[in-house]
């Protein structure tokens, strides 16, 4: 793990203002650059097209898809006309519903996911062991495990998270295996010459040096773990973004399919954010790496 | 007999050859090598590519074994084809393209050794550190990750993050290859700086016969595959040495004396490389 480094104080400020100011300079360049006005454009283009596709011309197959008006309008009235807006209480429980069960799960995946994945690149043994059932395991679908996850946990909540963490936990202990695997062999060689024992390579080498890898993981485990509980949502879900999307195209209100489908998109983004912050954190020798 | 008034260091090669794949392709890479480094020796080995160079140093270092022979080091056997070598920090490898750890910062890279070994407190190792650190020239850097800082410089960290243990020999395997001339030379001046003040044995491998006569004790050529020690050249001029020594009448001899052994194996190597590919 990090050895805390004990700088001084002096050059920990000069750092932060370096930081701060290299970050101000990146700004003002990326306001310069053609890049946000690109970005803006590219959305505005996108609403366009939905909006006249939907709503002005009603292409056929469009018809009966809400447009942007009537899923804006209904996202920001105080009082919606199916019952979900930003005003009302029944948005944010689905949102926390649906974060609660993919916290459980992808905390759950990482836990058990990251050390299963490290101890499969370090030994060979436990690789051996472990590694041809996690291959046979890894490819099938998640939807596959439905059945069994029902008749393993007959409560309903229980088999969404169970779902949603399976999804996860190959994913993570994967990109786990891999990274442990790209470790050059020169590291250990060198931990080796300077004394290590095997709890000193594997905390010094193994952990850190896989560390990237385990991040990329967690990523597409957070995407996986998301697209998996709207499934699971969706077939036995009483709350959650998922059974608010299902059951607003049973009960025919349109435009609260499109209002959770963008929530689940920002939310995706945000949790993908989440990761992508605490790796930084963690890995500040990268961070530096990639810098100008 | 010893260099620099060392007294610990001195590794005995004793009939060593090697087989690499022994029941299949039978690869033989070292054939009977032999040699002995005094304590304190700076002993540079060179040869064409793949006469078994690093697989010497990587017997001696504990990364493989030997088929017959023995490797000793202060007198006592650490490699026989019974029992390899275990790696150890009294024979620490300065590697090809350098092992750095990039997720520690140069100071958390140098304390390293002392601090698994659990012979010094990090405190302590921080002291020793910033002490060699600071005799290297390198004390402005102890906070920079690897990747921020240029290969040179990487270069002597590692030597630094060698340094600190309580080593008896430093095993450097090609350190300055892909260096530009400019750099090797201050490099080079670094190194004998250190050799100087450190008193340690110095197992260098190098394609760089200028480079060999300018640092080495004695220059050791080996012959092409298989291995085996072709002539041992005595190295003498005075130290501590500096860049006037490359403008010596005897270092010129020297260069020569080195460069036709090397290139009758060079040539040799090179017709067996032309016949594996025809």
């Known amino acids: 793990m990090q050895i805390p480094s004990a700088k001084p104080k002096g050059d920990a400020v000069l750092a932060e203002i370096t930081n701060f100011e290299a970050m101000a300079f990146r700004l003002k360049q990326w306001i310069k650059s053609p890049r946000p006005y690109l970005m803006v454009a590219g959305l505005l283009l996108f609403l366009a097209v939905w909006y006249m596709t939907t709503e002005l011309f009603k292409l056929p197959r469009f018809e009966k898809l ?5 899923v804006i309008r209904e996202w920001l009235s105080e009082d919606p006309s199916y019952g979900i807006s930003i005003y009302v ?7 926390i519903k649906s974060m609660m069960r993919v916290f459980e799960a992808f905390g759950l995946a990482t836990l058990l996911g990251v050390p299963l ?4 690149g370090w030994k060979k043994v ?3 062991y472990t590694f041809p059932i996690d291959e046979t395991l890894r490819p099938i679908p998640m939807l596959a495990w439905v059945p069994l996850a029902i008749l393993m946990w007959p409560a309903r909540e229980a088999a969404i998270v169970y779902l949603t963490f399976l999804a996860a936990f190959f994913a993570t202990t994967l990109n786990t295996l891999l990274g442990v695997e790209s470790i050059d062999e020169v590291y250990f060689r060198a931990a080796r010459c300077l004394g290590s024992k095997p709890r000193h390579i594997f905390f010094r080498v193994v952990v850190p040096g896989a560390l990237p890898y385990i991040f990329t993981g967690l990523q597409i485990s957070m995407g996986v773990a998301w697209f998996s509980l709207v499934a699971g949502e969706m077939l036995a879900g009483e709350y959650g973004l998922g059974y608010l999307i299902w059951n607003s195209f ?7 399919i499109v209002i959770a489908m963008v929530t689940l998109g920002f939310i995706g983004w945000a949790s993908s954010a989440a990761i992508r912050f605490v790796g930084a954190l963690l890995m500040k020798w990268k961070v530096r790496e990639v810098s100008p | 007999m010893s260099n620099n008034g060392s007294t610990v260091g001195s590794v005995s090669i004793r009939n060593v050859t090697k087989i690499f794949d022994p029941e299949g392709a039978h690869v033989l890479a070292l054939d009977n090598c032999s040699l002995e480094i005094p304590a304190g020796e700076f002993c540079v080995i060179v040869g064409p590519s793949g006469c078994g160079k690093t697989t010497l140093l990587n017997a001696i270092a504990g990364f493989h074994g030997i088929s017959s022979g023995e490797i000793s080091l202060d007198g006592v056997p650490i490699c026989t084809p019974e029992k390899m070598a275990e790696p150890g920090a009294d024979r620490i490898v300065v590697f ?3 092992a750095l750890f990039p997720w520690y910062t140069v100071m958390e890279n140098v304390i390293y050794g002392p601090v698994v070994q659990g012979k010094m407190t990090e405190a302590e190792a921080r002291q020793a550190a910033g002490k060699i650190l600071g005799e290297m020239g390198l004390q402005g850097i102890a906070n920079c990750y690897i990747n921020e800082i240029s290969s040179g410089m990487r270069r002597r ?3 630094a993050r ?3 243990n309580d080593l008896k020999i430093l095993l450097m395997d090609e350190p300055y290859r892909a260096m530009d001339a400019l750099t090797k030379s201050v490099m080079h001046k670094h190194l004998l700086d250190v050799y100087d003040r450190a008193h340690k044995t110095i197992f260098f491998i190098t394609h760089d016969l200028e480079e060999a006569i300018y640092l080495g004790s004695r220059v050791v050529v080996m012959t092409t595959r298989p291995g085996r020690i072709k002539k041992v050249i005595d190295v003498d001029i005075p130290r501590p040495r500096d860049l006037q020594v490359l403008a010596s009448e005897r270092y010129r001899e020297l260069k020569m004396e080195v460069l036709e052994a090397v290139q009758e194996e060079a040539r040799k190597a090179f017709e067996a490389g032309e016949r594996e590919f025809a």
Do not use: C, K, T
């Open chain 2, 162 to 164: 060698a340094m600190v």
């Open chain 1, 126 to 128: 436990f690789r051996d």
């Open chain 2, 157 to 159: 960290v590692e030597i």
């Open chain 1, 117 to 120: 994945g490290l101890f499969m």
């Open chain 2, 96 to 98: 090809q393209n350098g």
């Open chain 1, 250 to 256: 049973v009960m025919v209100q349109y435009p609260i």
């Open chain 1, 66 to 70: 809400p447009g942007p008006v009537a």
């Open chain 1, 89 to 95: 209480s029944e948005y944010y429980l689905h949102i």
